[in-house]
């Protein structure tokens, strides 16, 4: 596999993790929108806006798990690359391939567990307390994000694992290392 080819599709992998974190910036403006028009209510016309605080709740999960994939493309999340900076190539990116593995893996556990949880709630039929809105679509939510986080984590582990043998590998992940 070429590195041209890893680029181009390392790419529009950030493309498309930067559309998902679409939702997570509409998630973030609905809940900062929402809480002005609940505060303002309050104040002038002491009428808050019912169930903006359950709205908030379900926003706020929505936009967390809708931002990991693009954190993870633009490599923001937090490695410990310090330490194994400084051992052999080989050595380096195994130890980072098994922390990519691991992260992988407890990815999928979430996500595995967010589509059992919505699933759950659709069954038992879990409403907020105050609007009664349905919880299993935010679950789906969760668990599409979480679905798209571990393939974005799988794919960048596969990387790390080619660059245990290969330098320009290792050159292009290592330029995001600080």
Known sequence: MSIEKVKKMSSKMSKFTTAVGVVSFVCVLAMMLMNVADV?????AQKPVIGAYELTQRFLMCAVFASFAYGQSKKSHINM???IAKFPR???FIIFTLMGVLSTVAAAAMTWAALLQGN???DTGYMTEVLY????PFYYVEFVAMAIFTVTLAYDTVLSAIAIG????AEMIQADWS
């Open 133 to 136: 809105i349905p919880l299993y």
């Open 166 to 169: 290969r330098d320009d590998f």
């Open 40 to 44: 303002i209510m309050t104040k002038i």
């Open 90 to 92: 080989a050595v380096r």
């Open 120 to 122: 759950v709630a659709l």
């Open 81 to 83: 690359t310090l330490i």
